[in-house]
């Protein structure tokens, strides 16, 4: 037997369905009666800090801040046993618990302050370039997660899980690396403005195909993306270790020409940063995909599909489209983070590798951004983060980077364990949401008609 | 045996679905539970099965308190159910569903199925249900499939026996030989609680009436109360039940249908051979128990079907072989079935839900984007006009009842210019007051000229929203009669008789 609450309005013989809002203005109404014109403010006021708290607790936010919290704290115990200080102080741990515990405070201290040194601002830095240096390459390192989270977030609004990422990096690198450095004798903005677009189209082909596959036979597209990958992955290494098409003339490593400077993206801050222009393409891709999302037709249609396939067609909208359109806009924004990558990220020359994971990171970014475009923005950046702070904790504190990646994961298990995240910090359950409401509703209307 | 609950209250979370109930079923008795959807029959009724517990109160039979951990004690303690949907195992022989969860062995585990085809003989033949222990249970009929649920209760001896909502999948002719069944049993001396909403049915066979609403019992009736009486009690207003229409007036447009037939996706023929017309300003109700081929017509009038032959033509053009998109833009208005799986999307908001059909163009979408003050201003108008119970036009629909639900989505179909409009089940799940809602805009879409099919299980709602009544049978057209068909008439064709013969049967 299913539950009430985890069916709320599908099943017509299990409860009242009573419609919030005349019970939200009986509500009001009662409470008007109740305080009189005087303490209505008062009333108001505390109904409405109320009610942003409920909307704090249940959102989804509140968890995925919950997770990171909860990851940290891991985290933070993974530290304490890798530590060889602790391991030390513990062995006399009986004749001095102290120095346990001084050493578990400097490892956990010294560990997360060294990541926040290299993610955001570097405090013993003699100039205020170099101190803010961690924040641009935190950006530069979220640049590519952003473009490419935000493919498979959309996807994931259309209703598809879009696992592709890496092969459609894969291919959009290679493509625009191949305009980067095959096409010669074209000028600056052109030259890199040819290699984006051709980048950001071999995504989203690579990604149409799956939608294109799903739309007209069925194939999962989960499926799909993963088998392309490998197709990708091998296809690239082939190309790489063939001299003419992707190989560097007269080497034989499996490896790249660097792209050359007219097809570079340039600085945003100058020579000494790495961040680059790449970024704010990555912010306008945000801008953009919340427009198509949430002020666009297209988008509507993308949303409808994902959330009811079956409503969206009885609606006249044509689900094979959408399926296809999105998984080309979708691959169009990994293509996207493909090209920024050998643009501006990687310019020496890139190997097969140069996907860097970042493929499957992207659904985690997704994941954590609740598929939102600002969601994705946010998320992007904290894995940046945790990107460009890892080495860091490496080198100062001697933690192994292996550890910052432990967290990463550990975020991603607790966001995909909403409830356990909601028991651990007593969250109350948004689907329970209605409950009170239908209950005051059912004893206004019972008080209403007596 | 007496069966009694004393004070039964059930909360699901801060929701009291049950608040005190009191009820008392003496031997030999039937006693009828009437309310709407969602009042609380079918939690209290839960409880008593012991598959939810109850926060409050006491279950008592004969004068015992009883403590019901699972569905297995209320089954011990005699207290038998006959679900809506059949607990059945389709591919399992009558004897073989009988006999599971108590299965008697003989030496070695091996099932003694002798004894329950013997057991299931003995109760077929002492209340002349003509059941076969070894057929198989997805080959029976409907009708004949709720004899074996009943069987079932009674091979474990159950002296009290609860019928939940049993007539919604039977003809009328199926519901009339249920109630005899269930007027032998009480005369047996069971006792018997009979929970529906159809106040026929309710008038029929009860001995004592209570009415829940919201939760609580609001009062007893006798069953020598009107349609009328009850269904105030119910609803808790006066409530109009019948349509009230003037004769209908003809126009000379409207939809013709020849030899449509529609192949589903295993290959059955679902609608066979089926030709009528429509003309503008007439309610053509198709009538028929569910699952006879009305599904799968309605969908073919909306494009929705891949595999249809025949012709549908509306004011001359044909409309088999198009998009969904352009039979909506021929001007087609459509209320599927199931609103939650085909006609909303849940987490959308309510004015997102007002333009699903229409992010095609303008007036909601202008080069590309969503024109978000012009929907949010129609949205507006909208809930207003037809009554939409909400918090306001960004709830998202998921939240609202099923009544409102439906309003939503009758106000998009009716909001755009139509030259045919096509409900399926426009009521189903809805409460009373919103049903004379949706059932009084109908009638007006038909009074502006517009031809109207209304496709309903519910053999009440068909005769009274139509101009002529289309029964259909096994994807066949049974017949088309007029709407003052009598009754049994139309009962017997929706079993399939012509409708000569059933004319025949009934004078005779």
């Not at chain 1, 570097?122 to 924040?135: H, I």
Request: glycine share 12%; aromatic share 6%; charged share 20%.
């Amino acid at each position: 037997m299913s539950t009430p609450e985890s069916s709320p309005g599908t099943d017509p013989g299990q409860e009242p369905e009573l419609d919030p809002g005349t019970a939200e203005e009986l509500e009001q109404e009662r409470a008007r009666a109740a305080t009189g014109p005087v303490g209505d403010d008062a009333a108001d006021t505390q109904t409405r800090l109320a009610k942003a708290l409920q909307q704090t607790m249940t959102s989804p936010w509140t968890v995925s801040v919950g997770a990171v919290l909860l990851a940290i704290v891991a985290g933070s115990i993974m530290i304490a046993f890798t530590d060889e200080e602790v391991k030390a102080a513990s062995t006399y741990f009986f004749a001095r618990p102290g120095d346990t515990f001084v050493a578990l405070g400097q490892a956990v201290g010294g560990a997360y302050a060294a990541l926040f040194r290299g993610s955001v601002v570097n405090l013993q830095a003699p100039d205020v370039a170099t101190a803010l240096r961690p924040l641009t390459e935190t950006l530069s390192y979220a640049t590519p997660l952003i473009a490419a989270g935000l493919g498979v977030a959309l996807a994931f609004r259309a209703g598809l899980f879009n696992i592709g990422g890496q092969g459609q990096m894969l291919v959009a690198a290679a493509a625009a690396g191949w305009v980067g450095f095959g096409v010669s004798g074209v000028p600056f903005p052109l030259h890199l403005v040819l290699a984006l677009v051709a980048g950001i189209a071999a995504g989203a082909l690579w990604a149409g195909l799956a939608g294109l596959l799903k739309a007209r036979t069925g194939a999962h597209e989960v499926i799909v993306t993963i088998m392309l990958n490998y197709v990708a992955f091998y296809l690239i290494s082939y190309f790489l270790a063939t001299p003419g098409l992707l190989q560097a003339p007269g080497s034989s490593n499996p490896k790249t020409p660097p792209t050359p400077p007219s097809a570079q993206l340039p600085p945003l801050l100058g020579e000494r940063f790495n961040l680059t222009w790449g970024f704010i393409l990555a912010l306008l891709a945000v801008v953009g995909v919340w427009w198509l999302l949430n002020r666009s037709a297209a988008g509507f249609a993308f949303r409808a599909v994902g959330e009811n396939p079956r409503a969206a067609r009885v609606a006249g909208i044509d689900t094979g489209r959408a399926t296809v359109s999105s998984m080309l806009v979708a691959g169009g924004l990994v293509g996207l983070a493909g090209a920024s990558q050998v643009l501006g990220g990687v310019t020496t020359g890139f190997s097969s590798d140069i996907d860097a994971g970042i493929g499957f990171d992207a659904i985690t970014v997704a994941l954590l951004g609740g598929s939102s475009p600002w969601g994705v923005l946010a998320a992007g950046i904290l894995f940046g983060a945790f990107k460009a702070g890892g080495s860091t904790m490496q080198a100062a504190e001697g933690v192994p980077s292996d550890i910052v990646l432990v967290v990463q994961s550990l975020i991603v298990l607790f966001i995909a364990a909403p409830p356990l995240v909601r028991a651990i910090f007593r969250l109350p359950d948004p689907a329970r949401r209605r409950a009170p409401k239908k209950a005051r509703a059912a004893r206004n209307r019972k008080e209403a008609a007596a | 045996m007496r069966l009694e609950l004393r004070g039964i209250t059930k909360r699901f979370g801060a929701l009291v679905a049950n608040d005190h109930i009191d009820l008392v079923v003496e031997p030999g008795e039937i006693h009828c539970l009437l309310g709407e959807n969602g009042a609380g029959k079918s939690t209290l009724m839960n409880v008593l099965y012991g598959l939810y517990e109850a926060e409050e109160g006491d279950i008592l039979l004969d004068d015992e308190v009883q403590r019901f951990a699972g569905p297995g004690d209320a089954m011990a303690a005699g207290i038998g159910m006959v679900h809506q949907h059949f607990m059945l195992v389709p591919v399992f022989t009558v004897a073989e569903n009988v006999m599971l969860g108590h299965e008697q062995t003989r030496g070695g585990g091996r099932l003694d199925l002798d004894a329950a085809r013997a057991q299931v003989r003995e109760i077929s033949a002492r209340f002349g249900f003509h059941v076969d222990p070894d057929a198989v249970v997805e080959d029976l009929p409907v009708g004949v499939q709720q004899r074996v649920e009943i069987i079932k209760a009674l091979s474990r001896n159950a002296d009290v026996l609860v019928f939940d909502e049993p007539t919604a999948v039977l003809t009328p002719q199926e519901t009339d030989e249920l109630m005899a069944i269930m007027r032998q049993l009480r005369d047996e001396g069971a006792a018997i609680v009979f929970i529906t909403h159809k106040l026929r049915e309710v008038r029929e066979v009860a001995d004592r009436i209570t009415v829940i609403r919201h939760g609580k019992v609001v009062g007893e009736a006798s069953p020598t109360a009107s349609d009328a009486e009850l269904a105030s009690l119910m609803v808790g207003r006066a409530v109009e039940l019948t349509v009230h229409k003037d004769a209908p007036t003809l126009r000379d447009n409207g939809l013709r249908v020849t030899d449509l037939v529609v192949t589903d996706e295993a290959g059955t023929v679902v609608v066979d051979g089926v030709s009528f017309e429509v003309s503008g300003g007439e309610v053509l109700a198709v009538a028929g128990v569910q699952g006879n081929g009305q599904t799968e017509l309605t969908e073919a009038l909306i494009g929705l079907e891949g595999d249809v032959t025949g012709s549908i033509t509306l004011d001359g053009k044909e409309l088999v072989g198009r998009s969904v998109r352009r039979i909506l833009d021929e001007g087609v208005g459509f209320v599927p079935e199931d609103r939650t799986h085909d006609g909303l999307v849940g987490e959308f908001t309510i004015a997102e839900n007002l333009m699903l059909d229409r992010s095609d163009g303008p007036p909601f979408v202008r080069r590309g984007a969503l024109q978000l003050a012009f929907r949010d201003r129609f949205a507006r108008e909208k809930i207003a006009e037809f009554d939409v119970r909400a918090q306001g036009i960004a709830t998202p629909v998921g939240r609202l009842s099923g009544g409102n639900q439906q309003k939503v989505v009758v106000a998009r179909e009716m909001s755009r210019d139509l030259r045919l409009f096509v409900a399926a089940q426009p009521t189903r799940g809805v409460d009373v007051g919103s049903i004379e809602f949706i059932h009084k805009r109908i009638i007006a879409t038909r009074d502006a000229g517009v031809p109207v099919v209304v496709v309903s299980t519910e053999l009440d709602e068909a005769v009274a929203l139509a101009d002529r009544i289309m029964v259909m049978y096994r994807g066949k057209v049974v017949g088309i009669v007029p709407a003052d068909t009598p009754r049994d008439v139309l009962g017997l064709m929706m079993a399939g008789i012509s409708p000569e013969d059933a004319k025949g049967e009934v004078t005779a």
